[in-house]
């Protein structure tokens, strides 16, 4: 089982609509969890962390964390064409009882926007 | 700096010759880490630095891999003899160290072994 999974995809979403990125994870003691978009040929670049239970909200996107389920996931609002990208899930677990987070990435989903 | 600055950005060289990579972190990010993703492949771990010590170097795939950290800044990804198959992106990441911060990438190191 990999440590950290993500559907490939692709997704196709309509512009306008709701895009749901979905990730779960293996080590049920993860602290932390990124959601990371990278654009063909770029880096990733941030676009949301979380690390409680339950809901996060930054404009357009949504994180939701469940812990007991081992689930995280993306939502976008009112998806554009410039949101088309591959989105990774990230997810920081304590390595070898240090107080170093190892990040560990999914494959991460390719998203597509059409208008 | 602003941002992680990686180089050189593009590298070609020949099967059997030794590359350096390097990585300025952001100003102040104690943790750097180094990553390698290959064509329309995820992010494979390389090697963590906390300072210039390295507590995690698991993910290096051969002893041809080896990397520094001085001066609590810039990082050199040394690959030894390479191979055909470490053609890659490199990524260089760094963060304020810790389990809750984020990590800021560089725009990577692109490297095809010929």
């Known amino acids: 089982q990999k440590e950290v999974e993500q559907n490939s995809g692709p997704l196709s979403v309509p512009e306008g609509a709701i895009a749901s990125l979905n990730c779960t994870y293996s080590?049920?003691?993860?602290?932390?969890f990124f959601w990371y978009r990278q654009y063909s040929g770029k880096s990733p670049e941030l676009i949301m962390f979380?690390?409680?239970?339950g809901d996060k909200e930054d404009g357009r996107f949504t994180a939701q964390l469940n812990k007991a389920s081992q689930y995280v996931s993306l939502l976008i609002r009112d998806s554009q064409p410039s949101d088309s990208a591959t989105y990774l899930c990230?997810?920081?677990?304590?390595?070898?009882?240090?107080?170093?987070?190892?990040?560990?990435f999914g494959q991460g989903t390719i998203l597509t926007v059409h208008p | 700096g602003a941002g992680v600055s990686q180089s050189p950005s593009n590298k070609v060289t020949e099967k059997g010759k030794d590359v350096e990579l390097r990585c300025d972190p952001i100003?102040?990010?104690?943790?750097l880490y180094w990553y390698r993703q290959s064509l329309g492949q995820g992010l494979e771990f390389l090697i963590y630095?906390?300072?210039?010590?390295?507590?995690?170097k698991s993910g290096l795939p051969s002893d041809r891999f080896s990397a520094e950290r001085t001066g609590g800044s810039v990082s050199t990804l040394t690959i030894q003899r390479t191979q055909q198959e470490d053609s890659a992106v490199y990524l260089c990441?760094?963060?304020?160290?810790?389990?809750?911060?984020?990590?800021?990438f560089g725009n990577g190191t692109r490297l095809t072994v010929t």
């Open positions: 990441a760094s963060s304020l160290g810790g389990t809750n911060s984020p990590l800021h």
């Open positions: 080590d049920r003691g993860s602290q932390s």
């Open positions: 979380i690390y409680s239970n």
């Open positions: 990230a997810v920081t677990s304590l390595a070898g009882g240090t107080s170093y987070g190892k990040l560990t």
């Open positions: 100003s102040g990010h104690t943790a």
């Open positions: 630095f906390q300072g210039n010590s390295a507590p995690d």
